[in-house]
């Protein structure tokens, strides 16, 4: 057997949560796990009007020192609603040379489920907040092109 180098043999996992508060807000938290990273990143948002409320990103290992410098960019989020244009925003906070592109593409996955969360508002039944989901992304992704065919 050939002994593999650490990308020969890679696995990377990531993970989503999103959990409504009390108060009105929404904590997304995002994690990301792989020999060479364990990092978490946590986000605030009013849930009524996706505005972020704060950002921050905790690497607890990381390849070099430098990679939690992004931790400080991660407060040009704060402000912006979550909707049109958020993949313009993550490459403005977290693009360039003291950018991060795994925390882009970590925010990428997670932001998005604000929308979610919005569009079932109010919604207990699984099946029609799918259907609301549907209603409410429709044009947003290949999932939602068109209205959904009603039975």
Excluded: W
């Excluded at 180098?5 to 890679?10: A, G, K, Q, R, S």
């Excluded at 929404?26 to 009013?46: G, P």
């Excluded at 950002?55 to 402000?79: E, Y």
């Excluded at 906070?93 to 604000?114: D, K």
Aim: glycine share 10%.
């Amino acid at each position: 057997m050939v002994d593999l180098n650490p990308m020969e043999d890679f696995q990377r996992d990531i993970s989503y949560r999103l959990l409504k508060q009390d108060d009105g807000t929404a904590k997304l938290t995002a994690l990301l796990k792989d020999r060479f990273h364990d990092v978490v990143a946590e986000v605030v948002v009013d849930v009524a009007t996706l505005k972020i409320l704060s950002a921050k990103a905790d690497f607890h290992r990381s390849p070099t020192s430098d990679c939690g410098n992004v931790s400080a960019r991660m407060q040009g989020l704060v402000g912006f609603v979550i909707g049109k244009g958020l993949q313009r925003k993550l490459t403005e906070v977290l693009g360039g040379r003291e950018g991060c592109g795994n925390m882009r593409n970590l925010l990428l996955g997670l932001l998005p489920l604000a929308l979610n969360l919005k569009a079932a508002a109010g919604i207990s039944n699984e099946q029609e907040m799918m259907d609301a989901i549907h209603d409410k992304l429709i044009g947003t992704c290949a999932g939602y092109l068109s209205p959904r065919e009603k039975n």
